[in-house]
C-alpha cells in the first residue's frame, strides 16, 4: 500500500500540487504499528481532483473531501484547509481553503497525527509530533480548552488514542477533559461507540477504563456501571456489563449476544443444557465473567451429544411416520423431550433406542 501510495502523490504532484500522507498512518510507521488506511492531504481542490483521478467513489466537498480508488485502493484525500467556527461542539459550521501544510496542520486533533510523508518518503514534522510520540503523550495541536469545545469528541479520541498506544495525557489536556466531558453528550451515540468499542476492544483497556473513571466520563457517557465493570478481554462483554442497550445504537448480533450474555452469566456454563442452549461462543464470553478457563468450557462443549436440535438422529418427519400423524404442534414437546433427555444422558442419540423410547411414551 505504501509504493502505491507514493505513485499516488507523484501523479497528484505531477499536476502541480503539492500533497502528502498524513494522519494515522505516517504515526504507525513511525511507531513500527501495523496500519490499514492511508488518507492525503493536498492543495489541490475537489473540483480539481476530480480532473487528475478518474475513479472518483464520493465528493463531500462540504469538507473538502474526495474518495478515489487508485491502482485498485480506496484513498480518502482532504485539501488543505482550516475550518471556520465549529457547531454542536463536533463540526466546523464552514470551511476554507488554505494554501500551505503548515496551516492545514493547525487544524488537526493531536499532534501525534500531525507527521507527514511526501513523495520521496521524507517525514515531514512541523509542530513536534516525533518528540510527542517519542515521549508517548497525547497533546493537542491548539489549546486544549479551544480544541475540545471546538470537537468534544476529541476527548474520547485522546483517550482511545493514549489506550490504544499506552500512552499519557498532557496534564492540561486532562484538565480540561474534565472540565468539558459534559459535551460528550451532545455527540452523536454512533460516533460515541466507535470510540468506545476500540477502547474496550484494546489489550490495554484496563487503563483506558480507569482514565474513563478518573476524568470522571462515565455518567456524561451514560455508563455508571463502568466503575463495577470487570476488567476482561472481549469488548462485547464489557458492554453486556454496562446495561448500555437503551442508551447507544447496538446491531442486531450485538443485542443478542448482550441479551444471552446476561442471561447465562450467573447460570453453570458446564452444565449440558446451558451449552446446548446459549451455544459455545455465548458461553465462553460469559466464562470471562466467571473467571473459568476457555479451554474447559470448549473441552466440555466437545463431549455434549447433540450441539442442535438437527443433530437428533430422528428427524420430525420420521416421528410423524411413527405415530401416524400428521405434522404438527405434537411434534415441539416431543421434540424437546428428546433433547432433555439426549444432554442428560438417559438416552443415547440412536435412531433405534429413540424410536423406541417414543413409541412407548407417545404412541
Known sequence: MYETAIRLLEKINSYGYDAYMVGGYPRDLYLKRTFTDIDICTDATPMELHKIFSEVVTTNSEYGSVTIVFEKVKFEITTFRKDIKYKDHRRPEKIEYVDTLEEDIKRRDFTINTLCIDKNGNQIDLIGAKQDLDNKIIRTV????????????????????????????????????????????????????????????????????????????????????????????????TWAELDALDKYNFNAIEKETIRKINEVKNQDLLDNHVLYNYGLYVCTLAAELQGIDKQKINEKYSKIPIKRRLDISITPIEICTLLNKEAGSFLKPILSDLEDKILNGNLKNEKEELKSYIINKYK
Request: net charge positive.
Open 142 to 237: 491548539i489549546n486544549p480548552k479551544i480544541s475540545l469545545k471546538d470537537d468534544a469528541l476529541r476527548i474520547l479520541r485522546a483517550i482511545r488514542f493514549a489506550t490504544t498506544l499506552n500512552f499519557t495525557l498532557e496534564p492540561k489536556l486532562k484538565t480540561y477533559i474534565k472540565k468539558y466531558g459534559h459535551l460528550l453528550r451532545k455527540i452523536s451515540k454512533d460516533r460515541k461507540k466507535e470510540e468506545l468499542d476500540l477502547i474496550f476492544a484494546s489489550p490495554n483497556k484496563a487503563y483506558g477504563i480507569e482514565l474513563l473513571i478518573e476524568l470522571k466520563l462515565a455518567d456524561h457517557l451514560e455508563i455508571p456501571n463502568l466503575k463495577k465493570a470487570k476488567i476482561t478481554p472481549s469488548m462485547i462483554v
